[in-house]
Nanobody, 116 residues
């Protein structure tokens, strides 16, 4: 099993930046890919970004403003978010694709609020 713990959320003014972290522990070797989703109040969870074996794909709504990165030595995934606007307000969830056949493992989420 893999455990994921997100951190770094908070309140930011429109136009500001935040960096989220996702620390992974457990069966790290079984991770095939990782990424982020988000869920705004009253809305469905939506895709933000995924990365696996050198391939990275961003949602159109965050391209050019969000950057995913990974520190393998620390088993930590990051999401750098710039130019945040109120529509970015959501709970951000880290996920990992585990094993074969693949299945997802989710973190508990971290709240991001972009508001003046």
């Amino acid at each position: 099993q893999v455990q994921l713990v997100e951190s770094g959320g908070g309140l930011v003014q429109p136009g500001g930046s935040l960096t989220l972290s996702c620390a992974a522990s457990g069966s790290i070797f079984s991770i095939n890919g990782m990424g982020w989703y988000r869920q705004a109040p009253g809305k469905k969870r939506e895709f933000v970004v995924t990365t696996t074996r050198g391939y990275t794909n961003y949602a159109d709504s965050v391209k050019g403003r969000f950057t995913i990165s990974r520190d393998n030595a620390k088993n930590t995934l990051y999401l750098q978010m710039n130019s945040l606007q109120p529509d970015a307000t959501a709970v951000y969830y880290c996920y990992a694709v585990i094993g074969t056949p693949p299945y997802p493992s989710w973190g508990q989420g971290t709240q991001v609020t972009a508001s003046s």
